[in-house]
């Protein structure tokens, strides 16, 4: 299902529009983007929008995109929902590079983990990112999210194999931080 709106202090979080999967593919054209994601070579135009349906009619998935200055600069999602056990898989991808470094995904994080942990009811999130993803790793430990593990040598880039760093959030970490 698609999110809700949510307001950030520089962005919003709203559900994505089908006119936005041929922006969201020509994000995985660059390896700039794809560098430290498992996703590597980028889907059609009509393979992203059967992905984008997928994620709105999914019941154990809420799916937003990132708006910055009224364009489209990344989405973000809480998948695998577990209602039964309280626990769910999160993601973050900010696939236009002019948005990099100006705080949007850090800030999501946590408006994403209000949202999951408020709303939803969770009482964990898991993540995860690929080693040398700097963004990524101080994004989520920002929003609390704990290293708890690794799979080595999980990922092939740039001649060499990397770790998958594996972390989580949970509630009690998230409340002693707000």
């Known amino acids: 299902?698609?999110?809700?709106?949510?307001?950030?202090?520089?962005?919003?979080l709203?559900?994505?529009?089908?006119?936005?999967a041929e922006a969201m593919v020509a994000w995985f054209e660059s390896m700039e983007v794809t560098a430290r994601?498992?996703?590597?070579?980028?889907?059609?135009?009509?393979?992203?929008?059967?992905?984008?349906n997928r994620q709105a009619s999914d019941p154990?998935?809420?799916?937003?995109?990132?708006?910055?200055?009224?364009?489209?600069?990344?989405?973000?999602?809480?998948?695998q929902i577990d209602w039964q056990h309280r626990h769910a898989k999160t993601g973050t991808l900010i696939g236009d590079?002019?948005?990099w470094g100006k705080g949007i995904a850090r800030e999501m994080m946590k408006l994403r983990a209000e949202y999951a942990f408020d709303e939803l009811g969770l009482h964990k999130l898991s993540s995860a990112y690929i080693e040398g993803n700097v963004a990524s790793a101080r994004a989520?430990?920002?929003?609390?999210?704990?290293e708890i593990g690794r799979s080595?040598?999980?990922?092939?880039?740039?001649?060499r194999w990397l770790d998958m760093i594996h972390t989580e959030l949970l509630r009690e970490d998230w409340e002693s931080k707000t």
């Not at 154990?60 to 998948?79: D, K, P, Q, R, Y």
């Open 1 to 12: 299902m698609y999110g809700p709106v949510i307001r950030g202090s520089n962005f919003t």
């Open 14 to 20: 709203r559900p994505p529009r089908e006119d936005e």
């Open 37 to 52: 994601l498992k996703l590597r070579f980028p889907p059609s135009v009509p393979m992203e929008r059967d992905w984008l």
């Open 60 to 79: 154990n998935c809420v799916f937003w995109a990132i708006e910055h200055g009224g364009h489209l600069v990344g989405v973000s999602h809480i998948v």
């Open 97 to 99: 590079t002019s948005a």
């Open 140 to 146: 989520q430990a920002s929003a609390g999210y704990r």
């Open 152 to 159: 080595r040598q999980h990922v092939w880039r740039e001649g």
